[in-house]
């Protein structure tokens, strides 16, 4: 059984942050394209960060460029999400997500947001921003 555990949720003030970490079992881990993505209360879950392990490059989304960092620790079987200057609309709950790469990574680099793509998914860790 493929498994995802997130962790590293809480609750902190505006201008803070959190470091968010997913581990993935070997199986899931195999799997080199991951993103993080988010969901609010009373809206869809929208994506926030990809990674394509086998080429190296990292895809975010406009509202959390220069502040979020996706990363990876093959040696810990975990991927990472750095949050900097968080804001109070970054509130919600956060889930990783594994999926094989596509055949090119360029079809990645125009998808890695899209749900569908996925399918391996965690039961999410929450994240609460207050000012």
């Known amino acids: 059984q493929v498994q995802l555990v997130e962790s590293g949720g809480g609750s902190v003030q505006a201008g803070g942050s959190l470091r968010l970490s997913c581990a993935v079992s070997s199986y899931a881990y195999s799997s080199e394209c991951m993103g993080w993505f988010r969901q609010a209360p009373g809206k869809e879950r929208e994506g926030v960060a990809g990674i394509h392990r086998g080429v190296g490059s990292t895809y975010y989304a406009d509202s959390v460029k220069g502040r979020f960092t996706i990363s990876q620790d093959n040696a810990k079987k975990t991927v990472n999400l750095q949050m900097n200057s968080l804001k109070p609309e970054d509130t919600a709950m956060y889930y990783c997500?594994?999926?094989?790469?596509?055949?090119?990574?360029?079809?990645?680099?125009?998808?890695?947001?899209?749900?569908?793509?996925?399918?391996?998914w965690g039961q999410g860790t929450q994240v609460t921003v207050s000012s």
């Open positions: 997500a594994a999926t094989r790469c596509p055949d090119t990574w360029y079809e990645y680099s125009g998808s890695w947001y899209r749900l569908g793509g996925y399918n391996y």
